[in-house]
Structures are given as C-alpha cells and as structure tokens.
C-alpha cells in the first residue's frame, strides 16, 4: 500500500511501519491515538469524518468483530 492511506482501527498503530506511504490513524480509542504520532482522527468507520475518495488505500485489519455490515459502504466510499 502507497499514497495515503487511512489505518482503521490503528489502535497504536502496530501494522504503520509496513505501510509505506502517508498513515492516518482512525479509532474510537483516544488514549491509543495518543500515542501515536502523525495525522489521527477519533471516529468510528460507522461514519467517517471524511469525503468520499480521499485516501488511495484503506488498511482494516482485525476490526471484523468490532464492526456491522452496514459500515461497509461507508469504508468503500459508495454513497
């Protein structure tokens, strides 16, 4: 993954260093994105802070079980 990429669920950004491109951290956890550096957000993927199309990638991994189908659309942009 390049370019910029939204890291859902970032928790304290475990998976950043793999990702090789421009990280924004996303999670509900305030305390996590405490601790990280760079461009964070305190939201839930239920309803993104942002427009459609902004990231180039989106990392999700391990928040299957933290989620509901219906925020699927919203992490793939559809209106």
């Known amino acids: 993954m390049s370019g910029l990429i939204l890291d ?5 950004g475990v ?6 491109g421009n990280v924004v951290s996303l999670d509900v956890d305030i305390e ?3 601790k990280l550096k760079g461009q964070r957000a305190r ?4 309803r993104l802070p942002f427009k459609d199309e902004v ?8 928040i299957i079980e ?11 942009g559809a209106p």
């Open 8 to 12: 859902c669920g970032s928790g304290e």
């Open 15 to 20: 998976y950043h260093p793999r990702l090789k």
């Open 32 to 34: 996590a994105l405490h």
């Open 43 to 46: 939201a839930s993927v239920h």
């Open 55 to 62: 990231f180039d990638s989106l990392w999700a991994c391990a």
């Open 66 to 76: 933290h989620v509901t189908e219906e925020c699927i659309p919203e992490l793939w």
